[in-house]
């Protein structure tokens, strides 16, 4: 008898353990037609569970393809506090939105190669509040088509801060909104775009580093023949370029994402507008040549209204403007008695004003000029003196 019971007992035991253990997962799975499910290290609060939550991003993303959210019908994830890696991947999933808790306090990815967030064809997503590290060639991986907003969202990575790829064939740009936010790139170039709309307010793009083969960029946005043509529009922005010291770099380049210490570029087909913008290109410790603008034949970069901080020890040279045969339209006016001898831009793209014998001489940018440096006395009708 007592070891019947003693088998019966274990018998009870097991199926109670596979009870609460077949309990726990059915309330760790999110609702299909739940409007918002929610991403946590734990999923209890006091030791009670909370409903539509789980652990891992590849659950969410399992939740949102069988929901399939549409415009009428969004859905939404909360992401509490932690480090969630892998991160999110996206497969022709639309209209959904990420809400973590804040830069630094959510983080999606995170080691090199570790997934953090990729995306293919998927449009009218909305990510806020978090801090985005990791994974190859970048954090932000976008594929193909889509469209997305991003807000108070940091992102921090290697080789890129944002890349895209498969542009060919697309019918339309790809759009994405940045509001509030920084992209960082320790190694090459912060935002790389190949074929999409891209507008960013109040956002700083950076990039730092030692760069790769000869070149490090803020963003660089350059198209093809096979697919749309890519633009960049920033305001009220950031962007920044400083090298790591003792590395040689090549000289600035507006094709592709390669050569050079270069803030902008905009290669073949393409174009960005910038305004009420710093642009700061900090060369390093070496006579590098340096770039702000940099256009590539059939690039077009407008630029007004905008400031420049760029610095290179002698004889390195300042490009503000480097055309290699597209259009710039970037008027400047210098500070007075910024007559910098090292400098490159444009004929009458330039200008500044030096006190002569107590009066003002308006001064303006001219490549013929090369004695006092690049200036023309429009007092004097010559060379500055």
């Given at each position: 008898m007592k070891k019947l019971l003693s088998k019966l007992f274990m018998i009870l035991s097991i199926g109670g353990l596979l009870f609460s253990v077949i309990g726990n997962v059915a309330q760790a799975a999110i609702e299909p037609d739940a409007d918002i499910a929610y991403l946590r290290k734990n999923c209890k609060e006091e030791g009670v569970r909370i409903a539509n939550c789980v652990t891992k991003a590849s659950a969410v993303m399992g939740w949102l393809g069988t929901r399939q959210p549409t415009a009428n019908s969004p859905a939404t994830v909360e992401i509490g506090p932690g480090q969630f890696s892998p991160g999110f991947s996206c497969n022709g999933i639309s209209n959904f939105s990420l809400k973590g808790s804040g830069r630094g306090k959510t983080v999606l990815g995170g080691g090199f190669g570790q997934l953090a967030f990729q995306a293919r064809d998927c449009f009218n997503l909305h990510i806020q509040d978090l801090t985005i590290t990791g994974g190859f060639p970048a954090p932000i991986y976008w594929l193909g088509g889509g469209s997305s907003t991003w807000v108070n969202v940091e992102i921090l990575g290697g080789l890129y801060g944002w890349t895209e790829t498969?542009?060919?064939?697309?019918?339309?740009?790809?759009?994405?909104?940045?509001?509030?936010?920084?992209?960082?790139?320790?190694?090459?170039?912060?935002?790389?775009?190949?074929?999409?709309?891209?507008?960013?307010?109040?956002?700083?793009?950076?990039?730092?580093?030692?760069?790769?083969?000869?070149?490090?960029?803020?963003?660089?946005?350059?198209?093809?023949?096979?697919?749309?043509?890519?633009?960049?529009?920033?305001?009220?922005?950031?962007?920044?370029?400083?090298?790591?010291?003792?590395?040689?770099?090549?000289?600035?380049?507006?094709?592709?994402?390669?050569?050079?210490?270069?803030?902008?570029?905009?290669?073949?087909?393409?174009?960005?507008?910038?305004?009420?913008?710093?642009?700061?290109?900090?060369?390093?410790?070496?006579?590098?040549?340096?770039?702000?603008?940099?256009?590539?034949?059939?690039?077009?970069?407008?630029?007004?209204?905008?400031?420049?901080?760029?610095?290179?020890?002698?004889?390195?040279?300042?490009?503000?403007?480097?055309?290699?045969?597209?259009?710039?339209?970037?008027?400047?006016?210098?500070?007075?008695?910024?007559?910098?001898?090292?400098?490159?831009?444009?004929?009458?793209?330039?200008?500044?004003?030096?006190?002569?014998?107590?009066?003002?001489?308006?001064?303006?940018?001219?490549?013929?000029?090369?004695v006092n440096g690049p200036w023309f006395d429009t007092v004097t009708g010559q060379c500055r003196q």
């Open positions: 498969d542009c060919a064939g697309l019918s339309q740009r790809p759009v994405h909104h940045w509001f509030s936010s920084t992209i960082k790139s320790e190694l090459k170039v912060a935002y790389n775009a190949a074929c999409s709309e891209n507008w960013f307010y109040g956002s700083e793009l950076i990039t730092t580093g030692s760069g790769l083969s000869g070149g490090i960029r803020g963003i660089t946005v350059h198209g093809s023949p096979d697919a749309p043509s890519p633009e960049a529009h920033i305001y009220g922005s950031v962007i920044r370029v400083i090298p790591d010291s003792g590395v040689t770099f090549s000289t600035p380049s507006g094709a592709g994402d390669a050569t050079g210490v270069v803030a902008v570029t905009a290669g073949q087909g393409a174009e960005v507008h910038i305004h009420g913008t710093g642009i700061d290109v900090i060369g390093n410790d070496l006579p590098n040549d340096i770039a702000a603008l940099a256009v590539a034949d059939g690039g077009t970069i407008h630029a007004s209204q905008s400031a420049f901080v760029m610095k290179t020890p002698s004889p390195g040279k300042v490009y503000r403007i480097k055309n290699d045969g597209g259009t710039v339209m970037a008027p400047y006016l210098w500070e007075d008695g910024v007559l910098l001898k090292n400098l490159v831009s444009d004929d009458g793209a330039d200008r500044t004003t030096e006190i002569v014998g107590g009066m003002p001489h308006p001064m303006v940018y001219t490549s013929g000029c090369n």
